[in-house]
């Protein structure tokens, strides 16, 4: 066979040479050690906490090693494809804080390494496909899909593995003058692999987190340009993460399978592979068993859900870091106030058989980091949250900024700060005490108490309450209101003689708590009735007497 022949018959337009496109591409000019990854999702409009755990990992990598972290879109399955879907991947995963350095952005593209959409890169490829041809290393294919229905309906028969290889790779020995005869008829032709591999085979290969594997190499003559001229993904995505000078591929472990497939075509094209990393799946118990989380029965797989939920970005990053590197939370508890991106990521110490995920312990991480934020960012993150999920709250909180961020400075900071906030989407509940819009009462009083108790300690509380009250001073107040209502004013005092009291000044304090809040356990009470004001503490505690005397 004249392979030149063949590739000039098959690629006449084609002139570049793979020197021409490689002298566009050079190498990156960084830092020794640097790592140059990328996330390479199709435009499927689904975004889901398996890309971002693989976006982060490429990510720290990335940017802890001065290196450079890009997106490419790998959109030649146009059937796949969602409008706007890039968009949206990239906006959602800002929302999580990972930013990509170059590659696809919302408005267009950034980067010397481009274009990177696939869809804009056929004439690159067809250089390197002319080259396989030339090289013997590809052949068109003209079967139909009626042929190749028969091949799987006869491989079936005999028990033979599916695909095309060996004897039933009809066009991949075919003379130059069947080929010749066919283009000249203008019968479609898809480009095909020549693999030289053999199932009697093995190929040793090392993978960052799997470690040594050894592979059954591939003798499928898999298709590299599709009867359009788009290439596949296989086809691509080697291109391209050479061109793009690509160090690391971190991606699902479901592409092992044709991890030999790759390799080959590396080898076939003269290019120097990248370092792969193959990462486990999330899992989660189902009843005593794991499994997978699935797009149908899981709607925590959807990072619109976190978004939903209100989960803070940095929630989220945290919980991912707990996820994928075993030793996060031994430094977490030695660096309690660091921020999490100072953590020292390694792919070594990531589940090579993946990872569990657990919703309760997400919640509780998330519980941890928005305790630590400022009253301000709290505010300024649920009003961002709430603007798009819950209209009234937003008009709320926005209506006035300081007393909105004053809620939320209370029992804020200190050594051991409240941990009632693990969601965004639960601040309605949390706030609404302190706006009347959503206040509901609820007379939950101590037992042991008659509503004439209760009425006579919220008569004699609106004779002594003053807003401009320390808390010291507040709090003595409460206390001179006890023992004429036949509470004991010190709980200590109370224990050793219980029988001599209606109760005590716990007891006391709930009542008006209760009557303000319509809780039993709220933050501070004098720091809420300070941020109510007078008008507001006293219409809430005639509101309660009035209920009682229903």
Known sequence: MDYHALSELLF???????????????????PEGAVVSRMAPSPTGFVHLGNLLQGLTSERMCHQSGGVFYLRIEDT??????????ETLIDILRQFDVVFDEGVTETG??????????SRRASIYHVFAKLLVENGMAYPCFCTEEELTQMRASQEAQKANFGYYGKWAKWRDRPLEDIQRELEKGTPWVLRFRSTGSLENKIKFTDLVKGNLELTENDIDHVLLKSDGIPTYH??????????????????????????FHLQLFKALGFKPPKYLHIGPLMKMDGNSKRKLSKRKDPELALTYYQAEGYPAQSVFEYMLTILNSN????????PDAPADTFKFSYKKMNPAGSLFDAAKLRDVSKNVISKFTAKTVYEQAAQWAKQYDAQLYTLLTSDPAYATGIFDIDRGGKKPRKDIAVFSEIRDYVSYFYDELFTPADVYPQQLQPSDVRAILSAYQTVYDETDDKDTWFAKIKSICEPLGFCPDVKAYKANPDAYKGHVGDVSTVIRVA???????????????????????????????????
């Open 516 to 550: 303000v809040t319509g809780r039993t356990n709220t933050p501070d009470l004098w720091a809420i009735l300070k941020l109510y004001g007078r008008q507001r503490v006293m219409q809430r505690l005639e509101q309660a007497i009035l209920r009682l005397e229903k």
């Open 235 to 260: 086809f691509a995505h080697a291109v391209d993460d050479h061109l793009m000078r690509t160090t690391h591929v971190i991606r699902s472990d479901e592409w092992l399978s044709t991890l030999p």
């Open 328 to 335: 996060f939370e031994d430094w977490r508890r030695a660096n």
């Open 109 to 118: 593209e950034t980067g010397a390494y481009g274009p990177y959409r696939q």
């Open 12 to 30: 006449p337009d084609v002139k570049k040479t793979p020197e021409e496109i490689e002298a566009q591409f050079p190498p990156r000019q960084l």
């Open 77 to 86: 399955d146009a059937k796949r494809e969602v409008e706007g879907a890039a």
